[in-house]
């Protein structure tokens, strides 16, 4: 677990763009299990991928007229119980952090693993997304 005083500025960066901070494994349930539309959640992390592409991409990918009609985000290392909760519905992959999943209807449609955002840019997490948010969001 590391502290709150660390995590706070990484949590505040989605959260002031408009992500909701999910912290409890039933605010999961309640924003992902029977969704509609579409919801876009984000595992955040403390890591450098983190800072330096992946929050950076998440939020240019915001930037077209297609995106989630909802978005959340969880934090690895920090909610553990939300984070293991929300990681029941990215089946089959295996544990990442940080990741990105993006729902319709409930259903999983689109996953960055770590692998995916670690030797990508800014940029290249945004285009990836974007080309997902063209596909499953009105």
């Known amino acids: 677990m590391y502290p709150p005083e660390l995590v706070k500025p990484m949590k505040e960066d989605l959260v002031n763009a408009g992500f909701q901070q999910l912290v409890t494994p039933e605010e999961v349930d309640n924003s992902i299990k029977d969704s509609k539309g579409t919801l876009l959640v984000v595992v955040n992390s403390v890591c450098g991928c983190a800072a330096g592409n992946m929050r950076p991409g998440v939020?240019?990918?915001?930037?077209?007229?297609?995106?989630?009609?909802?978005?959340?985000?969880?934090?690895?290392?920090?909610d553990?119980?939300?984070?293991?909760?929300?990681?029941?519905?990215?089946?089959?992959?295996?544990?990442?952090?940080?990741?990105?999943?993006?729902?319709?209807?409930?259903?999983?449609?689109?996953?960055?693993?770590?692998?995916?955002?670690?030797?990508?840019?800014?940029?290249?997490?945004?285009?990836?997304l974007q080309e997902a948010y063209e596909e499953f969001c009105n």
């Open 59 to 78: 939020k240019l990918s915001l930037a077209g007229d297609k995106k989630p009609s909802n978005l959340t985000t969880v934090f690895a290392g920090v």
């Open 80 to 128: 553990g119980e939300a984070v293991a909760q929300a990681r029941k519905y990215f089946l089959p992959y295996p544990p990442s952090s940080p990741s990105i999943a993006l729902f319709k209807d409930g259903k999983l449609v689109h996953f960055l693993e770590r692998h995916h955002i670690e030797g990508g840019t800014a940029q290249m997490i945004a285009e990836n």
